[in-house]
Every structure is written in C-alpha cells, then in structure tokens.
C-alpha cells in the first residue's frame, strides 16, 4: 500500500483547504483508510476515517462539522475538506490505512503541513 498525501499549505484562520491522497495498491473492500495529524510537541490525534465495512466515515470531536471526508474509488484517492479552519488545526496531516476506525493506523505516507495563521 503507499499513500501520499498532497495539498497542505498556510490558510488564514477561518479559512479552507483540501487535502488528498492517492492510495494505489489499496484494497478498499479490507481496508479503512483515514486521517490523523500531528502537531509539534503534541501526540498523534486521528481526525477522520472512513470504514471499508460500510463506507460511514468517523469524525474527532475537534473537526466535525468543519472537516468532511470523502472518496473518489475510481481515482483511488480519498479528499479532506477543511473549512473555518482554526490555529490548532496547524499540524502534518497523515492519511493511512486502518484495520478498523477504532485502532492504530497500520502505515502511512508521507504528510503534508498545514499551517493556519493570520
């Protein structure tokens, strides 16, 4: 499986970006693939994840209603959007793979940076 995620950059607070990844040798019927980030000097915090079971998709607290993940199977790549962005969401966004939503990510990519600032 590799997964690269792309479209990080700087956004003011209250701002938006979209991030992507493109997962290629990714069995999408086994698999759930998500997001988790990590901000300096803060431990790693899942953000988003999608269930290959059923397809629902599983917010943090932090992000739901601001963060809406989707999935483009025929381009093998899965979308972050992120609107009314906020300083602590300033971190390196990881996409991965998942056994389940509710354990460890199994393997990542490489992140891209999102810095949210005035």
């Known amino acids: 499986v590799q997964l690269q995620a792309s479209g990080g950059g700087l956004a003011q607070p209250g701002g938006s970006l979209r991030l992507s990844c493109a997962a290629s040798r990714f069995t999408w019927d086994y698999y759930s693939i998500g997001w988790f980030r990590q901000a300096p000097g803060k431990e790693r915090e899942g953000v988003s994840c999608?269930?290959?079971?059923?397809?629902?998709?599983h917010d943090a607290d932090s992000v739901k209603g601001r963060f809406t993940f989707s999935r483009d199977k025929r381009r093998n790549t899965v979308y972050l959007q992120m609107n009314r962005l906020k300083p602590e969401d300033t971190a390196v966004y990881f996409c991965?793979?998942?056994?389940?939503?509710?354990?460890?990510?199994?393997?990542w990519g490489q992140g891209t940076l999102v810095t949210v600032s005035s």
């Open positions: 991965a793979a998942y056994v389940s939503c509710n354990g460890p990510p199994l393997g």
């Open positions: 999608m269930s290959s079971s059923d397809g629902t998709t």
